[in-house]
Protein backbone atom coordinates (compact mmCIF):
# COMPACT_ATOMS: atom_id res chain seq x y z
CA UNK A 1 0.00 0.00 0.00
CA UNK A 2 1.51 3.45 -0.65
CA UNK A 3 0.46 5.56 2.11
CA UNK A 4 2.10 2.34 4.34
CA UNK A 5 5.32 2.78 2.28
CA UNK A 6 5.77 6.69 2.70
CA UNK A 7 5.20 6.57 6.17
CA UNK A 8 8.17 4.14 6.41
CA UNK A 9 10.35 6.27 4.11
CA UNK A 10 9.67 8.88 6.46
CA UNK A 11 9.66 7.64 9.93
CA UNK A 12 12.84 6.23 8.25
CA UNK A 13 14.36 9.64 7.10
CA UNK A 14 13.48 11.30 11.02
CA UNK A 15 14.37 8.26 12.98
CA UNK A 16 10.71 8.78 14.38
CA UNK A 17 11.85 12.19 15.36
CA UNK A 18 9.33 14.14 12.56
CA UNK A 19 9.56 17.84 12.84
CA UNK A 20 6.33 20.24 13.72
CA UNK A 21 5.75 21.91 9.79
CA UNK A 22 7.06 20.01 6.98
CA UNK A 23 6.70 21.51 3.36
CA UNK A 24 5.44 19.44 -0.22
CA UNK A 25 6.56 20.50 -3.31
CA UNK A 26 3.71 19.44 -5.76
CA UNK A 27 3.65 20.19 -9.17
CA UNK A 28 -0.16 18.33 -10.13
CA UNK A 29 1.93 15.23 -11.92
CA UNK A 30 1.41 11.96 -10.82
CA UNK A 31 4.42 11.51 -8.50
CA UNK A 32 3.90 14.68 -6.35
CA UNK A 33 0.13 13.99 -6.16
CA UNK A 34 0.74 10.74 -4.60
CA UNK A 35 2.94 11.89 -2.44
CA UNK A 36 1.05 15.09 -1.03
CA UNK A 37 -1.97 11.90 -0.31
CA UNK A 38 -0.08 9.60 0.83
CA UNK A 39 1.56 11.75 3.41
CA UNK A 40 -1.45 12.97 5.03
CA UNK A 41 -1.99 9.34 7.06
CA UNK A 42 1.82 9.95 8.24
CA UNK A 43 1.15 13.26 9.20
CA UNK A 44 -1.71 12.88 11.45
CA UNK A 45 -0.67 9.98 12.59
CA UNK A 46 2.98 11.87 13.59
CA UNK A 47 1.19 15.33 14.37
CA UNK A 48 3.10 17.14 11.85
CA UNK A 49 1.44 20.24 10.09
CA UNK A 50 2.02 19.23 6.18
CA UNK A 51 2.39 22.69 3.72
CA UNK A 52 2.00 22.60 -0.06
CA UNK A 53 3.86 24.06 -2.95
CA UNK A 54 3.44 24.51 -6.16
CA UNK A 55 5.68 26.57 -8.92
CA UNK A 56 4.12 27.74 -11.87
CA UNK A 57 6.92 28.70 -14.15
CA UNK A 58 4.28 29.82 -16.32
CA UNK A 59 6.16 27.90 -19.66
CA UNK A 60 2.62 26.18 -20.33
CA UNK A 61 -0.56 27.77 -21.14
CA UNK A 62 -2.26 24.88 -18.71
CA UNK A 63 0.54 25.54 -15.93
CA UNK A 64 -2.01 27.90 -13.81
CA UNK A 65 -4.72 25.64 -14.14
CA UNK A 66 -2.36 22.83 -12.80
CA UNK A 67 -1.88 25.08 -9.68
CA UNK A 68 -5.50 25.56 -9.24
CA UNK A 69 -6.05 21.96 -9.26
CA UNK A 70 -3.56 21.31 -6.54
CA UNK A 71 -4.67 23.75 -4.30
CA UNK A 72 -8.40 22.56 -4.22
CA UNK A 73 -6.80 19.17 -3.65
CA UNK A 74 -4.74 20.23 -0.61
CA UNK A 75 -7.57 22.43 0.64
CA UNK A 76 -9.69 18.89 0.36
CA UNK A 77 -7.08 17.39 2.37
CA UNK A 78 -6.87 20.53 4.99
CA UNK A 79 -3.83 21.27 3.87
CA UNK A 80 -1.95 24.99 3.23
CA UNK A 81 -1.45 25.78 -0.21
CA UNK A 82 1.00 28.54 -1.97
CA UNK A 83 1.87 29.24 -5.41
CA UNK A 84 4.71 30.43 -6.58
CA UNK A 85 5.70 32.21 -10.30
CA UNK A 86 8.42 31.93 -11.77
CA UNK A 87 8.85 35.01 -14.19
CA UNK A 88 12.78 35.74 -14.60
CA UNK A 89 13.83 33.23 -16.95
CA UNK A 90 16.12 35.44 -19.83
CA UNK A 91 15.47 32.38 -22.36
CA UNK A 92 19.52 31.85 -22.19
CA UNK A 93 20.78 28.60 -20.87
CA UNK A 94 19.15 25.04 -20.64
CA UNK A 95 15.53 25.59 -19.82
CA UNK A 96 15.33 22.10 -17.40
CA UNK A 97 18.63 23.40 -15.43
CA UNK A 98 17.28 26.84 -15.47
CA UNK A 99 13.68 26.13 -14.40
CA UNK A 100 15.03 23.50 -11.37
CA UNK A 101 17.34 25.95 -10.22
CA UNK A 102 14.29 28.81 -9.61
CA UNK A 103 12.03 26.14 -8.21
CA UNK A 104 14.57 25.32 -5.71
CA UNK A 105 15.20 29.33 -4.97
CA UNK A 106 11.48 29.94 -5.09
CA UNK A 107 10.52 27.35 -2.53
CA UNK A 108 13.79 28.19 -0.18
CA UNK A 109 12.32 31.53 -0.11
CA UNK A 110 8.81 30.98 0.76
CA UNK A 111 10.20 28.07 3.25
CA UNK A 112 12.10 30.45 5.33
CA UNK A 113 9.25 32.87 6.68
CA UNK A 114 7.41 30.13 7.60
CA UNK A 115 10.01 28.21 9.89
CA UNK A 116 9.76 25.17 7.40
CA UNK A 117 13.00 23.37 7.95
CA UNK A 118 11.86 20.25 5.78
CA UNK A 119 10.57 20.06 1.60
CA UNK A 120 9.69 16.52 0.01
CA UNK A 121 9.87 16.28 -3.76
CA UNK A 122 8.01 13.52 -5.65
CA UNK A 123 11.27 11.68 -6.55
CA UNK A 124 10.84 8.21 -7.51
CA UNK A 125 13.05 5.21 -8.32
CA UNK A 126 12.06 5.71 -12.16
CA UNK A 127 13.35 9.13 -11.71
CA UNK A 128 16.78 7.45 -9.83
CA UNK A 129 17.46 4.76 -12.74
CA UNK A 130 17.13 7.36 -15.07
CA UNK A 131 19.34 9.88 -13.15
CA UNK A 132 22.15 7.13 -13.07
CA UNK A 133 21.70 6.21 -16.80
CA UNK A 134 22.14 9.61 -17.52
CA UNK A 135 25.30 10.18 -15.43
CA UNK A 136 26.70 6.29 -16.53
CA UNK A 137 26.71 8.24 -19.86
CA UNK A 138 28.27 11.34 -19.21
CA UNK A 139 31.67 9.26 -17.56
CA UNK A 140 30.77 10.61 -13.88
CA UNK A 141 32.45 8.34 -10.73
CA UNK A 142 31.00 7.19 -7.39
CA UNK A 143 29.36 10.57 -6.48
CA UNK A 144 27.36 10.87 -9.56
CA UNK A 145 26.24 7.31 -9.93
CA UNK A 146 25.15 7.13 -6.43
CA UNK A 147 22.30 8.67 -7.74
CA UNK A 148 19.68 11.02 -6.05
CA UNK A 149 19.91 10.97 -2.16
CA UNK A 150 17.17 10.20 -0.06
CA UNK A 151 17.90 13.79 1.79
CA UNK A 152 20.04 16.22 0.80
CA UNK A 153 20.66 18.65 3.97
CA UNK A 154 20.67 22.50 2.98
CA UNK A 155 17.68 25.47 3.74
CA UNK A 156 15.86 23.53 3.47
CA UNK A 157 16.64 20.33 3.63
CA UNK A 158 15.31 18.10 0.59
CA UNK A 159 13.49 15.18 1.12
CA UNK A 160 12.53 12.31 -1.72
CA UNK A 161 10.42 9.70 0.26
CA UNK A 162 8.64 7.68 -2.90
CA UNK A 163 12.36 6.37 -4.70
CA UNK A 164 11.77 3.41 -3.67
CA UNK A 165 8.53 3.26 -5.54
CA UNK A 166 7.76 3.05 -9.19
CA UNK A 167 5.96 5.61 -11.21
CA UNK A 168 3.27 2.97 -12.23
CA UNK A 169 2.64 2.29 -9.01
CA UNK A 170 1.78 5.13 -7.98
CA UNK A 171 -0.24 6.63 -10.67
CA UNK A 172 -1.93 2.91 -10.35
CA UNK A 173 -2.96 3.85 -6.50
CA UNK A 174 -4.24 6.83 -7.85
CA UNK A 175 -6.29 5.65 -9.95
CA UNK A 176 -8.13 3.34 -7.68
CA UNK A 177 -8.56 6.31 -5.15
CA UNK A 178 -10.23 8.25 -8.11
CA UNK A 179 -7.66 10.94 -8.01
CA UNK A 180 -6.51 12.64 -10.79
CA UNK A 181 -3.54 14.45 -11.90
CA UNK A 182 -1.98 16.47 -14.70
CA UNK A 183 0.28 15.06 -17.17
CA UNK A 184 3.02 17.43 -18.55
CA UNK A 185 3.68 17.27 -21.98
CA UNK A 186 7.29 18.07 -21.85
CA UNK A 187 7.46 14.45 -19.95
CA UNK A 188 7.09 13.08 -23.74
CA UNK A 189 9.37 15.48 -25.37
CA UNK A 190 12.71 13.46 -27.02
CA UNK A 191 14.40 17.10 -27.31
CA UNK A 192 15.15 16.51 -23.55
CA UNK A 193 17.98 13.91 -22.43
CA UNK A 194 16.17 12.43 -19.85
CA UNK A 195 13.12 11.49 -21.76
CA UNK A 196 15.40 9.95 -24.03
CA UNK A 197 17.23 8.23 -21.05
CA UNK A 198 13.70 7.03 -20.17
CA UNK A 199 12.53 5.83 -23.53
CA UNK A 200 15.83 3.91 -23.07
CA UNK A 201 15.21 2.39 -20.31
CA UNK A 202 12.68 0.04 -22.11
CA UNK A 203 15.54 -1.49 -24.26
CA UNK A 204 17.82 -2.02 -21.32
CA UNK A 205 15.56 -3.91 -19.18
CA UNK A 206 15.24 -6.54 -21.80
CA UNK A 207 18.83 -6.84 -20.75
CA UNK A 208 18.22 -7.11 -17.18
CA UNK A 209 19.29 -3.57 -16.39
CA UNK A 210 16.22 -2.65 -15.10
CA UNK A 211 15.31 0.25 -13.18
CA UNK A 212 14.95 -1.95 -9.88
CA UNK A 213 19.06 -2.52 -10.75
CA UNK A 214 20.02 0.52 -12.21
CA UNK A 215 18.82 1.92 -8.06
CA UNK A 216 20.71 -1.13 -6.45
CA UNK A 217 23.60 0.20 -8.39
CA UNK A 218 23.14 3.68 -6.99
CA UNK A 219 22.21 2.47 -3.57
CA UNK A 220 25.86 0.53 -3.53
CA UNK A 221 27.37 3.77 -4.57
CA UNK A 222 25.81 5.77 -1.94
CA UNK A 223 27.47 3.04 0.39
CA UNK A 224 30.97 3.87 -1.47
CA UNK A 225 30.24 7.71 -1.57
CA UNK A 226 29.80 7.63 2.74
CA UNK A 227 32.94 5.90 3.06
CA UNK A 228 35.03 8.50 1.13
CA UNK A 229 33.28 11.23 2.73
CA UNK A 230 34.40 9.57 6.15
CA UNK A 231 37.94 9.75 4.72
CA UNK A 232 38.03 13.43 4.07
CA UNK A 233 35.98 14.37 6.81
CA UNK A 234 39.14 12.74 8.66
CA UNK A 235 41.67 14.76 7.14
CA UNK A 236 39.36 18.15 7.03
CA UNK A 237 39.73 17.71 10.91
CA UNK A 238 43.61 17.11 10.92
CA UNK A 239 44.38 19.82 8.41
CA UNK A 240 41.26 22.65 7.94
CA UNK A 241 40.52 25.23 10.51
CA UNK A 242 37.62 27.89 10.33
CA UNK A 243 39.14 31.29 11.07
CA UNK A 244 36.24 33.45 10.83
CA UNK A 245 34.37 33.18 7.34
CA UNK A 246 37.16 31.60 6.04
CA UNK A 247 38.60 28.24 5.92
CA UNK A 248 42.78 28.02 6.50
CA UNK A 249 44.10 24.51 4.61
CA UNK A 250 47.68 23.20 5.57
CA UNK A 251 49.47 22.90 2.48
CA UNK A 252 51.40 19.41 3.38
CA UNK A 253 48.61 17.85 4.91
CA UNK A 254 46.55 18.38 1.41
CA UNK A 255 48.83 17.48 -0.75
CA UNK A 256 50.19 14.69 1.01
CA UNK A 257 46.19 13.04 1.06
CA UNK A 258 45.22 10.62 -2.01
CA UNK A 259 43.49 12.61 -5.02
CA UNK A 260 39.75 11.87 -4.30
CA UNK A 261 40.18 13.06 -0.88
CA UNK A 262 41.65 15.99 -2.00
CA UNK A 263 39.09 16.70 -4.24
CA UNK A 264 35.98 15.81 -2.32
CA UNK A 265 37.74 18.41 0.41
CA UNK A 266 38.17 21.26 -1.60
CA UNK A 267 34.73 20.72 -3.44
CA UNK A 268 33.11 20.75 -0.05
CA UNK A 269 34.91 23.80 1.42
CA UNK A 270 34.04 25.63 -1.94
CA UNK A 271 30.26 24.96 -1.28
CA UNK A 272 30.77 25.87 2.32
CA UNK A 273 32.15 28.93 1.32
CA UNK A 274 29.58 29.83 -1.84
CA UNK A 275 26.29 27.98 -0.17
CA UNK A 276 26.38 26.73 -3.82
CA UNK A 277 23.93 24.15 -4.05
CA UNK A 278 26.22 21.68 -6.50
CA UNK A 279 29.44 20.83 -6.15
CA UNK A 280 31.74 22.73 -8.93
CA UNK A 281 32.54 20.61 -12.00
CA UNK A 282 35.54 18.25 -11.95
CA UNK A 283 37.52 20.20 -14.87
CA UNK A 284 37.40 23.51 -12.80
CA UNK A 285 37.91 22.08 -9.79
CA UNK A 286 40.95 20.84 -10.71
CA UNK A 287 42.06 23.68 -12.42
CA UNK A 288 41.46 25.74 -9.16
CA UNK A 289 43.32 22.70 -7.17
CA UNK A 290 46.47 23.79 -8.74
CA UNK A 291 46.37 26.79 -6.45
CA UNK A 292 47.64 29.84 -7.88
CA UNK A 293 48.33 33.01 -6.24
CA UNK A 294 44.78 34.17 -6.14
CA UNK A 295 42.00 32.27 -7.70
CA UNK A 296 38.31 32.27 -7.52
CA UNK A 297 35.31 29.19 -8.19
CA UNK A 298 31.87 29.65 -7.91
CA UNK A 299 32.39 32.61 -5.91
CA UNK A 300 35.27 31.34 -3.40
CA UNK A 301 38.21 33.25 -3.41
CA UNK A 302 41.89 31.07 -2.81
CA UNK A 303 44.84 33.15 -1.36
CA UNK A 304 47.77 31.49 -0.83
CA UNK A 305 49.42 32.09 2.36
CA UNK A 306 52.65 31.04 4.40
CA UNK A 307 52.18 27.10 4.58
CA UNK A 308 48.52 26.81 3.92
CA UNK A 309 45.90 28.26 1.07
CA UNK A 310 42.71 30.54 2.14
CA UNK A 311 39.24 30.16 0.75
CA UNK A 312 36.92 33.06 1.24
CA UNK A 313 33.97 34.58 -0.02
CA UNK A 314 34.85 36.72 -3.18
CA UNK A 315 33.17 40.22 -2.67
CA UNK A 316 32.20 40.60 -6.53
CA UNK A 317 29.95 37.37 -5.94
CA UNK A 318 28.33 39.42 -3.08
CA UNK A 319 28.28 42.87 -3.84
CA UNK A 320 24.93 43.61 -5.34
CA UNK A 321 23.00 41.23 -2.66
CA UNK A 322 21.14 43.16 -0.54
CA UNK A 323 18.89 41.41 2.42
CA UNK A 324 16.23 42.41 5.00
CA UNK A 325 17.78 41.66 8.48
CA UNK A 326 15.52 39.10 10.02
CA UNK A 327 16.37 36.76 6.91
CA UNK A 328 19.82 34.62 6.34
CA UNK A 329 22.33 36.83 4.01
CA UNK A 330 23.90 34.99 1.23
CA UNK A 331 22.53 32.01 2.79
CA UNK A 332 25.13 31.71 5.43
CA UNK A 333 24.58 34.51 7.70
CA UNK A 334 22.22 35.19 10.42
CA UNK A 335 22.51 38.46 11.85
CA UNK A 336 21.09 39.44 15.31
CA UNK A 337 20.59 42.99 16.51
CA UNK A 338 17.76 45.35 17.72
CA UNK A 339 14.76 45.33 14.91
CA UNK A 340 14.72 48.56 13.06
CA UNK A 341 13.10 47.47 9.35
CA UNK A 342 14.81 50.32 7.42
CA UNK A 343 17.73 48.82 7.99
CA UNK A 344 19.22 46.27 5.74
CA UNK A 345 21.97 43.54 5.18
CA UNK A 346 25.01 44.12 2.13
CA UNK A 347 28.20 43.31 2.15
CA UNK A 348 30.62 45.46 4.35
CA UNK A 349 33.16 46.17 0.99
CA UNK A 350 35.68 48.82 0.33
CA UNK A 351 33.50 51.61 1.53
CA UNK A 352 32.48 50.12 4.43
CA UNK A 353 35.32 48.91 5.74
CA UNK A 354 36.75 52.32 5.92
CA UNK A 355 34.86 53.08 8.62
CA UNK A 356 36.01 50.58 10.44
CA UNK A 357 39.24 51.79 12.08
CA UNK A 358 39.97 48.53 14.42
CA UNK A 359 39.50 46.05 11.34
CA UNK A 360 42.85 45.03 11.37
CA UNK A 361 42.61 44.04 15.35
CA UNK A 362 40.24 41.19 13.74
CA UNK A 363 43.35 39.04 12.05
CA UNK A 364 41.08 38.83 9.23
CA UNK A 365 42.88 40.09 5.77
CA UNK A 366 41.05 42.67 3.99
CA UNK A 367 39.90 40.47 0.92
CA UNK A 368 38.06 38.35 3.97
CA UNK A 369 36.13 41.33 5.42
CA UNK A 370 34.84 42.96 2.47
CA UNK A 371 32.63 40.22 1.54
CA UNK A 372 31.34 40.11 5.41
CA UNK A 373 27.41 41.37 6.37
CA UNK A 374 27.24 44.72 7.33
CA UNK A 375 23.88 46.25 8.99
CA UNK A 376 22.84 49.85 6.88
CA UNK A 377 20.23 52.28 6.58
CA UNK A 378 20.52 53.14 3.82
CA UNK A 379 23.99 54.38 2.49
CA UNK A 380 24.75 54.94 6.24
CA UNK A 381 27.02 51.95 8.27
CA UNK A 382 25.31 50.85 11.12
CA UNK A 383 27.20 47.56 11.91
CA UNK A 384 30.07 45.24 11.00
CA UNK A 385 30.37 42.63 13.17
CA UNK A 386 32.83 40.36 11.53
CA UNK A 387 35.06 43.80 11.15
CA UNK A 388 34.75 44.81 14.99
CA UNK A 389 32.14 47.20 14.46
CA UNK A 390 29.23 45.42 16.74
CA UNK A 391 27.14 48.76 17.73
CA UNK A 392 24.74 45.54 19.69
CA UNK A 393 24.55 43.48 16.52
CA UNK A 394 26.02 40.00 15.86
CA UNK A 395 26.43 37.94 12.69
CA UNK A 396 26.79 33.90 13.26
CA UNK A 397 26.63 31.22 10.56
CA UNK A 398 23.32 29.51 9.76
CA UNK A 399 22.89 26.20 11.64
CA UNK A 400 25.06 23.54 9.76
CA UNK A 401 27.76 25.59 8.58
CA UNK A 402 28.84 26.09 11.88
CA UNK A 403 30.80 22.93 11.80
CA UNK A 404 32.87 22.36 8.63
CA UNK A 405 34.15 18.58 9.37
CA UNK A 406 30.27 17.74 9.61
CA UNK A 407 29.03 19.72 6.73
CA UNK A 408 31.71 18.23 4.31
CA UNK A 409 29.80 13.98 5.15
CA UNK A 410 26.77 15.83 3.81
CA UNK A 411 28.16 17.59 1.11
Not at 11 to 19: A, S, V
Not at 311 to 332: F, H, M, Q, S
Not at 365 to 377: D, G, K
Amino acid sequence: MIPGAVTAALDDIFQHEPPRRMGLAVSGGGDSIALMHAAVPWATAAGVSLHVVTVDHGLRPESAHEAVMVAAQARALHLSHDTLRWHDWDGSGNLQAAARDARRRLIAEWAVPRRIHHVATGHTLDDQAETVLLRLARGSGVDGLAGIAATTAGAPNWLRPLLGLRRDALRDWLHGQGIGWADDPSNDDPRFDRVRARAMLGGLSDLGLTPERLARLAAHMGDARAVLRAQAQMLATRIVTRDGPDLVIDDDGFDAAPPDTRNRLLAAAVMWISSADYRPRYDALSRYMRRSVADTLSGCLMRQERGCFRLTREYNAVKDLRGATDAPWDRRWHLDGPHDPALHVAALGPHGLQQCGDWRDTGLPRASLLATPAIWRGEALIAAPLAGMTNGWAAKLAKGRDDFAAFLLSH
